[in-house]
């Protein structure tokens, strides 16, 4: 079992940045995938970045250029935001595994003047 708390959202004006952290506990001997997804209200859940085993990452086309993921251990890994705008106003998940087999409860973000 692994377990995974967010945190870092919270309520940032049009045009700034927020870091999300994810960090994570119990069975996570092993470097492996991590992710971050984020859902708005009435939308679907969707992926915003992933950090593989190895180092890779991979963006939603809506964040490229703008959100960087990172990790610093098999444990955390944290999502830098900049240059945000509502439409990224969401609930900001941390995910574990190839398959996202692990979420958190999720961190709000709400980009607002």
């Known amino acids: 079992q692994v377990q995974l708390v967010e945190s870092g959202g919270g309520l940032v004006q049009p045009g700034g940045s927020l870091r999300l952290s994810c960090a994570a506990s119990?069975?996570?001997?092993?470097?492996?995938?991590m992710a971050w997804y984020r859902q708005a209200p009435g939308k679907e859940r969707e992926l915003v970045a992933r950090?593989?085993?190895?180092?890779?990452t991979l963006y939603g086309d809506s964040v490229k250029g703008r959100f960087t993921i990172s990790r610093d251990s098999a444990k955390n890994t944290y999502l830098q935001m900049n240059s945000l705008s509502p439409e990224d106003t969401a609930i900001y998940f941390c995910?574990?595994?190839?398959?996202?087999?692990?979420w958190g409860q999720g961190t709000q973000v709400t980009v607002s003047s």
């Open positions: 119990g069975n996570t001997f092993n470097i492996n995938t």
């Open positions: 995910a574990y595994g190839s398959l996202a087999d692990y």
């Open positions: 950090i593989y085993s190895y180092g890779g």
